[in-house]
């Protein structure tokens, strides 16, 4: 195992730089998972720390060692790929023993090699079968299964579960999380799900057009996002946003509404008043909006409603046992504790 560190690192295609000065340390057992839209630089990120993908500038430790002019099979990893990459003219045995292909040990060793990784994946039974026999799900673990035979510093898994249904995706992120509890590498993650993101790491990278917007835990990216942006991509349904302003005393909404004392006496500016579904409820805290429902999703124990108001469209969550109704006139409201202020300018977090 070990840690790894990103000093100032850089990618540029010819004049175009889509990757500008990330500074990351994760720790040694560490899971981490980058996560962002598509285009933000994640899984060119992932591909360079991996040797795939040549540095334009900054430097990728590994450990004690600067890895930036090593080969990717030098380095101490191993790559799990969104499409498996497994043979299919190979049984599972021989598909796990690739990782080891150049391995000097001897077959004994990499025999126990093999059956210890099926063990820790439960597919000792399965090491004779054809990739074509398996579910996709099997398929994903045997391709990680090749990548931990080779008993690696650092895990690259690089959307590994985006080409699974969704009952399957959430198994295999229940069987990660008990591997990495098991085997206590450190393991790199990469997806745009934020779902993924949240229920997996230890601690998340969110990432926006080559820049890192916010590093921590899953609580403190949702309850203490350091702006919009990672407000409203963490979080399903996303963070609603209410134009406000502050002045000297006291901060309103655009229709008049006061919302608490003013967190910066002396300031006139701008901002917004940001709020989670989860926190709205029906005439209860501080009154925000009042609308018509437009739309209502059960979802079992909760249903999310979306609210036409003055201030646009307004998403709540609340019990499935509410008897609110399509063209239900509402009031929502929330606690101040659970209100987030943002610069409306800059979108950076405000102190409260």
Request: proline share 4%; hydrophobic share 40%.
């Given at each position: 195992?070990?840690?790894?560190?990103?000093?100032?690192l850089?990618?540029?295609?010819?004049?175009?730089?889509?990757?500008?000065?990330?500074?990351?340390?994760?720790?040694?057992?560490?899971?981490?998972?980058?996560?962002?839209?598509?285009?933000?630089?994640?899984?060119?990120?992932?591909?360079?720390?991996?040797?795939?993908?040549?540095i334009?500038?900054?430097?990728?430790?590994?450990?004690?060692?600067?890895?930036?002019?090593m080969?990717?099979?030098?380095?101490?990893?191993?790559?799990?790929?969104?499409?498996?990459?497994?043979?299919p003219?190979?049984?599972?045995?021989?598909?796990?023993?690739?990782?080891?292909?150049?391995?000097?040990?001897?077959?004994?060793?990499?025999?126990?090699?093999i059956?210890e990784?099926?063990?820790?994946?439960?597919?000792?039974?399965?090491?004779?079968?054809?990739?074509?026999?398996?579910?996709?799900?099997?398929?994903?673990?045997?391709?990680?299964?090749?990548?931990?035979?080779?008993?690696?510093?650092?895990?690259?898994f690089?959307?590994?579960?985006?080409?699974?249904?969704?009952?399957?995706?959430?198994?295999?992120?229940?069987?990660?999380?008990?591997?990495h509890?098991?085997?206590?590498?450190?393991?790199?993650?990469?997806?745009?799900?934020?779902?993924?993101?949240?229920?997996?790491?230890?601690?998340?990278?969110?990432?926006?057009?080559?820049?890192?917007?916010?590093?921590?835990?899953?609580?403190?990216v949702?309850?203490?996002?350091?702006?919009?942006?990672?407000?409203?991509?963490?979080?399903?349904?996303?963070?609603?946003?209410?134009?406000?302003?502050?002045?000297?005393?006291?901060?309103?909404?655009?229709?008049?509404?006061?919302?608490?004392?003013?967190?910066?006496?002396?300031?006139?500016?701008?901002?917004?008043?940001?709020?989670?579904?989860?926190?709205?409820?029906?005439d209860?805290?501080?009154?925000?909006?009042?609308?018509?429902?437009?739309?209502?999703?059960?979802?079992?124990?909760?249903?999310?409603?979306?609210?036409?108001?003055?201030?646009?469209?307004?998403?709540?969550?609340?019990?499935?046992?509410?008897?609110?109704?399509?063209?239900?006139?509402?009031?929502?409201?929330?606690?101040?504790?659970?209100?987030?202020l943002?610069?409306?300018?800059?979108?950076?977090?405000?102190?409260?």
């Amino acid at each position: 195992m070990a840690n790894l560190s990103l000093k100032k690192l850089t990618k540029a295609y010819g004049k175009t730089e889509v990757l500008h000065g990330i500074d990351l340390d994760i720790a040694d057992g560490e899971f981490v998972v980058f996560v962002g839209p598509s285009g933000c630089g994640k899984s060119t990120s992932l591909r360079m720390i991996a040797g795939l993908e040549e540095i334009t500038s900054g430097e990728v430790w590994i450990g004690d060692r600067m890895v930036n002019n090593m080969e990717p099979k030098d380095r101490d990893i191993a790559m799990v790929f969104q499409n498996y990459a497994i043979y299919p003219h190979m049984t599972v045995r021989r598909n796990i023993a690739f990782g080891l292909w150049t391995s000097t040990m001897s077959k004994a060793d990499k025999n126990k090699r093999i059956e210890e990784v099926a063990r820790i994946l439960d597919m000792s039974d399965l090491l004779d079968r054809k990739p074509s026999q398996l579910s996709g799900g099997q398929r994903q673990r045997v391709a990680i299964g090749r990548a931990m035979v080779r008993h690696p510093a650092v895990f690259l898994f690089d959307e590994p579960l985006s080409n699974l249904d969704a009952q399957l995706r959430t198994q295999m992120r229940l069987e990660i999380k008990k591997l990495h509890q098991s085997v206590g590498n450190t393991i790199i993650f990469v997806t745009h799900d934020q779902v993924e993101a949240m229920t997996l790491a230890d601690r998340i990278v969110i990432m926006k057009d080559g820049h890192i917007q916010q590093v921590g835990t899953p609580q403190e990216v949702f309850y203490k996002p350091a702006n919009t942006f990672v407000a409203k991509f963490i979080g399903a349904p996303s963070m609603n946003l209410l134009q406000a302003t502050s002045d000297d005393q006291e901060i309103r909404l655009l229709n008049g509404q006061k919302i608490m004392a003013s967190p910066r006496p002396g300031t006139d500016r701008n901002i917004l008043l940001g709020v989670r579904p989860d926190d709205l409820s029906f005439d209860d805290g501080v009154p925000l909006v009042s609308g018509k429902i437009s739309v209502c999703e059960p979802l079992g124990s909760e249903m999310l409603i979306y609210v036409n108001s003055s201030e646009g469209e307004i998403v709540a969550k609340v019990s499935s046992q509410s008897d609110a109704q399509v063209g239900d006139e509402v009031r929502l409201g929330a606690s101040v504790d659970a209100l987030h202020l943002f610069d409306g300018q800059s979108g950076a977090a405000l102190d409260r």
